[in-house]
């Protein structure tokens, strides 16, 4: 008897399994909350330098004193980083002349006043982190990645080793504890530090929530479980824009965005289970047992019974001595292959994903609002992707996807200026593809492994994906050598990253495969097929 067998006598898709479907839609809702704050905990608002001495000009206005102070663009706003070194009080006569040929500009000199109207303080406000210290404002989102990445294959390793809701448990819990000594940081090295460790904490989160909720549910419910929780994320996207718009204060806004991560440890304690399907892949028979039962009671199977014999022989050929690791992910070829183009995949879908959503300018609206919107934009694209996955399958909804994501990049870079509107439909339709991205790329690759090295895989893949979005931020630098270089750059990695997604096996109505064999035993040449019947093996499409 298969695994799935088991779930089908127990209800596959019951009170219980929407039960921990809805409960673990809690940290997903949390997610991009911190994954996005960099919008609002980075912000930059209005600044110029600051001027000295104004108690001099007591007969003056402060547009007459910025006027004679600070030189002005060519489209008549005040520079942001320079001042002039002596008054241009000639400028007062008519604001049209130019400064006296003597005079000379100058880097700010005694700091800057920024404008406090939409913050009330950022962390660039806090530390002066503009003009020769933006540098240091962008790589707070960087290093917040680098973490998530550092966790990606932390937490992978351990999710496989010591079961997948302890180790939740523990991204939880020191997602809080790094999550509130960021809120009380008291200089830029301490909120660098503190970020980056969020970021290990909360990969674990981000890595074991979906295969968790998934190894609870039978084949026909995996999609639209995958869906629903991600789903939950675009909520999170909204809420992080009415949370940062209710909170200005950037101290006050870690503390928001983190304390929803104890109310998801209360209910995890209480009501989610250890996956059963890890608890028999792992030779732990009698909990799995106990799980199972409860399972069967709530779906109203009180007549179901299995006994602990029958549990054993649905223990992989695992040995007490043999253990899996990231290595095992390439040692043999068809895992090697799905390995190599699963994460080029993800690396493509994170970069373009997160380049996208870190500039929420082009539509006319506030921060927030633009926030907001961008969480609306992406429930269609989740809804789009539930249909076609189980029509098409996943390997061609992957590719076209992020394909499409990087046209809609590359026609922004042809398309005039002067076309805002033209111009926002497209940004608007490049963001839901990047989304229906990564709503396939989550199920795809829950699917591609075997469950032995299923969070190894997701560990390796996420490592990518967040090694991805780690250079995301970095790539907008690269408009001072050519201004159109960034959106070039998004376009081509997210074209040559779906393209590869062509190169891995359909898994549309395939049974998850439980040990390596399930996919190495089988190997026939030819082109790969795009479906197959229920219930057939993996290997059956890898030929």
Known sequence: MKFEDLLLEIGGFGRFQILILLILCLPRINLPMHFLLHNFLAATPSHHCAIPHQEEFVNLTTEEILLISIPREPDGTFRSCEMFSQPQFHLLLNSSLQADNNSVTQDCQYGWVYDHSQFTSTISTEWDL?????????????????GVTIG???FGYLSDRFGRKSILMLSFMLSVTFGMLSACSVSYSMLAVTRTLTGVALSGVSLIVLPLGMEWVDTEHRTFSAVLTSISWSVGNMLLGMTAYLVREWHWLLVAVTGPCLLSIICLCRWVPESARWLIANGKVKQAHKHLLRCARMNGRKDF???????????????PSESFSYISLFRTPVLRKISVCSGTVWFGVAFSYYGMSMNLTGFGLSMYLSQF????????????????????????????????TGLCIGANIIIPKSLTSLRSVIAIMGKGFAEAAFTTVYLYTSELYPTVLRQNGMGYTSFTARFGGSLAPLVFLLDDV??????????????????????????????????????????????LQTSAPEGLPLQSLLK
């Open 130 to 146: 503009v003009c020769e210290q933006r540098g240091l404002n962008q790589a707070t989102a960087t290093f917040f990645f680098v």
């Open 152 to 154: 990606a294959v932390v």
């Open 305 to 319: 019974t299995v006994s602990l014999e029958a549990l054993r022989g649905m223990t992989t050929e695992k040995k």
């Open 482 to 527: 050519w201004k159109s270089l960034p959106e070039v750059t998004y376009c081509g990695v997210a074209v040559f990253c779906g393209s590869v997604a062509f190169l891995l096996p359909e898994t549309l109505n395939v049974r998850l495969p439980e040990r390596i064999e399930d996919i190495e035993k089988t190997q026939v040449k030819g082109p």
């Open 373 to 404: 919107v961008f969480g609306i934009i992406e429930i269609p694209a989740k809804i789009l992707m539930y249909v076609l996955v189980n029509r098409i399958g996943r390997r061609h909804c992957q590719a076209w996807s992020l394909i499409l």
